[in-house]
């Protein structure tokens, strides 16, 4: 059984730095596809930053430049290092691995940009 567990999140001013961890338990492959989701109050959830087990990497408009997604897969687990965070950034943020076809969802973890 899979099980993502996020971490990293919390209060941050305009213009801070966060760096969001996601630790896979289970049998994982190394070769998985890994995403960022985030969901803003009233909003719809939205795709911010995909690895794929080739180790490509594509990010939302609204964050490139200035968040970086990568993995560790000898320890099995995945960041989003995000920089210059904006209010806008505010969201629950939730990670996703895809493995044999089926994803794998983290329970989320809260990141606010607020002065």
């Known amino acids: 059984q899979v099980q993502l567990v996020e971490s990293g999140g919390g209060l941050v001013q305009p213009g801070g730095s966060l760096r969001l961890s996601c630790a896979a338990s289970?049998?994982?492959?190394?070769?998985?596809?890994w995403d960022w989701y985030r969901q803003a109050p009233g909003k719809k959830r939205e795709l911010v930053a995909v690895i794929t087990g080739g180790g490509e990497r594509r990010y939302a408009g609204s964050v490139k430049g200035r968040f970086t997604i990568s993995r560790d897969n000898a320890k099995n687990t995945m960041y989003l290092q995000m920089n210059s965070l904006k209010p806008d950034d505010t969201a629950v943020y939730y990670c996703?691995?895809?493995?044999?076809?089926?994803?794998?969802w983290g329970q989320g973890t809260q990141v606010t940009v607020s002065s």
């Open positions: 996703v691995l895809t493995q044999y076809g089926r994803e794998y």
């Open positions: 289970g049998s994982i492959l190394s070769d998985n596809g």
